[in-house]
């Protein structure tokens, strides 16, 4: 059994797994968390924010948050690796948190895990990010990293399919599962090696 005991997989969990570095700023989403259950107040007994990773600089104000929200999480420290892989699989909704700023041409490696998982991932990031080209220019579940009211209504909107049914909670990407197959890269390297 790789769930930790802190992971009830029964409650609407909203999961960041991965190093909070310097630039991944969480602020605006704890708060928008919290705007969340202030408005939704049956939410509270059922919902939970988890931070997973290594400590960050943002360890401090998330400890101080948990005072006031006993629905925040934040792991001691580093989480095993199957463990967070377990914790991504069973959650209802995935985060990924990329750095302020204008673009973010990378794409976490984390990415093709929240893919596989099969869940609705909550993308913050620039406008201009790689997750964001790849989910799609109407995906609904993207905001700005730090528009509070915009990600307190996409957790509404995500909390609301999970109530009625948590099953609505799915997100079949078969053209993203195949862009990230290892199929795909071998096709891709075989057209770089016949342009050569």
């Given at each position: 059994h790789l769930l930790p005991d802190y992971f009830d997989s029964t409650k609407f969990n909203l999961l960041h797994a991965g190093n909070m570095m310097?630039?991944?700023?969480?602020?605006?989403?704890?708060?928008?968390?919290?705007?969340?259950?202030?408005?939704?107040?049956?939410?509270?007994?059922?919902?939970?924010?988890?931070f997973i990773g290594k400590p960050s600089i943002y360890d401090s104000f998330i400890k101080e948050k948990k005072q006031l929200i006993p629905e925040l999480f934040l792991s001691d420290g580093y989480v095993p690796f199957e463990k967070v892989l377990a914790m991504q699989q069973f959650t209802s909704v995935n985060i990924i948190l990329e750095a302020?700023?204008?673009?973010?041409?990378?794409l976490p490696g984390k990415f093709a895990h929240c893919i596989q998982a099969k869940k609705p991932i909550l993308l913050l990031s620039p406008y201009y990010s790689e997750s964001?080209?790849?989910?799609?220019?109407?995906?609904?579940?993207?905001?700005?990293?730090?528009?509070?009211?915009k990600i307190k209504s996409i957790i509404t909107k995500l909390y609301k399919l999970w109530k009625e049914d948590n099953y609505r909670l799915k997100m079949g990407r078969k053209d993203l599962l195949e862009y990230l197959s290892s199929n795909f890269l071998q096709k891709t390297i075989s057209k770089l090696e016949a342009n050569k």
């Open positions: 310097s630039a991944r700023n969480p602020i605006a989403l704890i708060k928008a968390f919290e705007l969340f259950l202030e408005e939704n107040p049956t939410a509270k007994n059922e919902s939970k924010l988890l302020l700023g204008p673009i973010s041409p990378f964001k080209r790849l989910l799609g220019d109407n995906y609904p579940y993207w905001s700005s990293v730090e528009d509070i009211n």
